[in-house]
């Protein structure tokens, strides 16, 4: 999918005016945190395709999918698509990254959400929170979409090789020298997917738009309901 494409597609989902977009805060693990949920109200829970996650980088937040367009886009393919702003950032207060244990911080976002066995993004910083969940609780991620996720250093080759977890890895062709560390972990895991996005850096899903969003429901749609 090329850029004019995928401004395309973005924009009809946007004037779709079955599209909902919500916003509040929620309490997990004694914090305030804002959260997004976009869906397409003309599509009956029973037909609809599952549920989406998406975190962000340290230089973004869930602003960045709203304006992207990716929580329109995969609302209207019949998604209930999810973005939170992490501790620190956007319009979710305190101190950077502190959410106590991550594994609990995660199952408790699930939980409160409303957004059972999810598809995870996870770029970058928000590793913290997703690779020790994936780690230990495999069986609560439908798949895993890593870009160069922080904290992959934490688990051993030999726990990556052990899980089961299906993954798109992504990464930018001039990606910094930490994001290719992840990377490299990331690729022991037995049901990965990589895509190297030539030209693009630390965050190929800004650089590259079209060339991401359609290797990720081109992941979606491979993966076992």
């Known amino acids: ?45 029973c037909d609809r395709q599952g549920n989406i996650l998406l975190l962000h980088a340290g230089c973004y937040s869930s602003q960045t999918w709203l304006d992207h367009g990716t929580m329109h886009v995969m609302a209207n393919r019949g998604f209930r698509t999810a973005a939170i702003d992490m501790p620190g950032y956007g319009e979710t207060g305190g101190v ?8 609990d911080f995660m199952k408790s976002l699930i939980q409160v959400l409303g957004i059972p066995y999810p598809i995870i993004v996870s770029p970058s910083r928000s590793g913290d929170l997703t690779i020790p969940l994936i780690i230990e609780c495999p069986e609560l991620v439908r798949g895993y979409v890593p870009v160069s996720p922080h904290s992959t250093d934490k688990y051993s080759a030999e726990r990556y090789r052990g899980n089961q977890t299906n993954a798109l890895i992504t990464y930018g062709e001039n990606d910094t020298e930490a994001g290719r560390v992840a990377v490299a972990n990331l690729k022991n895991l037995p049901n990965h997917t990589a895509e190297e996005f030539l030209g693009a850096g ?9 060339q991401w969003h359609q290797l990720l429901l081109n992941f979606i749609n491979s993966l076992p309901q």
């Not at 395309?8 to 005016?17: A, D, F, V």
């Not at 805060?25 to 804002?34: A, E, L, T």
């Open 96 to 103: 950077k990254m502190d959410t106590g244990d991550p594994i």
């Open 202 to 210: 630390h965050h190929p899903y800004m650089d590259n738009p079209g």
């Open 1 to 45: 999918m090329d850029l004019q494409s995928w401004d395309s597609i973005k924009q009809t989902s946007k004037n779709n005016e079955d599209i909902t977009v919500s916003n509040g805060k929620v309490i997990i693990n004694n914090r305030s945190i804002f959260h997004r949920v976009v869906v397409n109200e003309n599509i009956p829970q």
